[in-house]
């Protein structure tokens, strides 16, 4: 079985990759779901959704999230209420985009959670739902909110954060609010204890994979089997794929390479996997601590995620 710690678009692309080998097996998906949030009173999880569609052929490969070909008549509606919301009403969010099919989903596990559903259960029913062969396991039932605190002194939630603001305002530290008291997932310590290869996925090291790492007992799980570990750069060339993680990893004193992901990841996983433009950098990041691979990371088609694939999957031994 492969285990592999997902957050969003990066996770999405390494699971679908996987299904490029010939035989990789059963795969779980662990997945950080420090993102989620409620709003219009409807539960969203957004990385889980990511995943969810990708896998099933279904995102909308320009933006990265949501369904593709989807229509947006319930936001464009939405525009008559937020006109008239009172002062200080939260109430008609127009910001957080949600499509017309999207919705579905989000209708769909609200009312599963309101009937009392764990989101572990409500997540397997949507994969289900969509014929995802791989399983898919939130990091936790309980509920962990990142947040984020901006240099300007004030603290938003992650999608305040990532949407809202566009990811575009210095960021003074991100905190992980419930998680001292939630429980990493049953399931989801099984998939990691019981996997012949675990696979940290090229995701934000700081608040995709920083969420889950925070969970009572999970660094040490990943510890305590670290040289099957293997991680995939999310940092190419000094900066993200996609997403705000080489900006944040500076903001918060890390440095914005596969080095500073070296030294974020050494303790839980003994391989890195970068790709070749950081090939220069083999020698510092296993002065850092773990061995390096060097393999091309970029998921652009099918043959390069194969070959990174099968490349992380021998990395493991
Ligand atoms: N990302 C955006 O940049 N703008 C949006 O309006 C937006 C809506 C959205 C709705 C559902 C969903 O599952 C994801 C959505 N995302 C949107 C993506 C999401 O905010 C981020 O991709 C992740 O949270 C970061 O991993």
Same mark, same amino acid.
């Given at each position: 079985?492969?285990?592999? &710690?997902?957050?969003?678009?990066?996770?999405?692309?390494?699971?679908?990759?996987?299904?490029? &080998?010939?035989?990789?097996?059963?795969?779980?998906?662990?997945?950080?779901?420090?993102?989620?949030?409620?709003?219009?009173?409807?539960?969203?999880?957004?990385?889980?959704?990511?995943?969810?569609?990708?896998?099933?052929?279904?995102? /909308?490969? @320009?933006?990265?999230?949501?369904?593709?070909?989807?229509?947006?008549?319930?936001?464009? #509606?939405?525009?008559?209420?937020?006109?008239?919301? !009172?002062?200080? $009403?939260?109430?008609?969010?127009?910001?957080?985009?949600?499509?017309?099919?999207?919705?579905?989903?989000?209708?769909?596990?609200?009312?599963? +959670?309101?009937?009392?559903? $764990?989101?572990?259960?409500?997540?397997?029913?949507?994969?289900?739902?969509?014929? &995802? !062969?791989? =399983?898919?396991?939130?990091?936790?039932?309980?509920?962990?909110?990142?947040?984020?605190?901006?240099?300007?002194?004030?603290?938003?939630?992650?999608? @305040?954060?990532?949407?809202?603001?566009?990811? #575009?305002?210095?960021?003074?530290?991100?905190?992980?609010?419930?998680?001292?008291?939630?429980?990493?997932?049953? *399931?989801?310590?099984?998939?990691?204890?019981?996997?012949?290869?675990?696979?940290?996925?090229?995701?934000?090291?700081?608040?995709?994979?920083? !969420?889950?790492?925070? +969970?009572?007992?999970?660094?040490?799980?990943?510890?305590? =089997?670290?040289? #099957?570990?293997?991680?995939? $750069?999310?940092?190419?060339?000094?900066?993200?794929?996609?997403?705000?993680?080489?900006?944040?990893?500076?903001?918060?004193?890390?440095?914005?390479?596969?080095?500073?992901?070296? =030294?974020?990841?050494?303790?839980?996983?003994?391989?890195?996997?970068? /790709?070749?433009?950081?090939?220069? &950098?083999?020698?510092?990041?296993?002065?850092?601590?773990?061995?390096?691979?060097?393999?091309? #990371?970029?998921?652009?088609?099918?043959?390069?995620?194969?070959?990174?694939?099968?490349?992380?999957? /021998?990395? *493991?031994?």
């Amino acid at each position: 079985m492969i285990t592999v &710690l997902c957050g969003g678009v990066g996770a999405a692309r390494f699971l679908r990759a996987l299904r490029g &080998l010939p035989d990789p097996g059963p795969v779980t998906g662990v997945v950080n779901t420090g993102d989620d949030t409620v709003l219009h009173g409807l539960s969203i999880s957004p990385d889980i959704d990511t995943i969810t569609y990708t896998l099933a052929g279904a995102i /909308d490969p @320009e933006r990265g999230w949501g369904l593709v070909d989807e229509t947006w008549t319930a936001m464009a #509606s939405l525009a008559r209420y937020a006109a008239v919301r !009172p002062e200080g $009403s939260t109430a008609a969010p127009t910001w957080f985009n949600l499509g017309d099919r999207d919705l579905a989903t989000h209708f769909y596990r609200t009312a599963r +959670l309101a009937e009392g559903g $764990s989101l572990t259960e409500v997540t397997a029913e949507i994969a289900r739902a969509w014929d &995802l !062969p791989e =399983r898919l396991v939130p990091m936790s039932d309980d509920r962990v909110a990142t947040m984020v605190d901006l240099l300007d002194g004030r603290t938003v939630t992650f999608q @305040e954060y990532f949407v809202q603001l566009r990811h #575009s305002v210095p960021v003074r530290g991100v905190r992980f609010e419930g998680s001292a008291a939630a429980t990493l997932q049953p *399931a989801a310590a099984a998939a990691i204890s019981d996997a012949s290869v675990v696979v940290v996925a090229p995701s934000n090291p700081i608040v995709s994979i920083g !969420p889950m790492r925070t +969970l009572s007992g999970m660094d040490e799980l990943l510890a305590a =089997r670290r040289s #099957s570990v293997v991680a995939v $750069s999310p940092i190419v060339g000094g900066a993200a794929l996609k997403g705000p993680a080489d900006r944040m990893m500076l903001e918060l004193g890390h440095e914005a390479s596969v080095v500073g992901v070296a =030294r974020l990841y050494r303790d839980i996983a003994g391989t890195l996997v970068v /790709d070749p433009v950081d090939a220069h &950098l083999v020698g510092d990041v296993e002065a850092a601590g773990m061995r390096c691979v060097v393999q091309p #990371s970029i998921m652009s088609d099918p043959v390069v995620g194969a070959a990174l694939a099968r490349a992380v999957l /021998d990395a *493991a031994g």
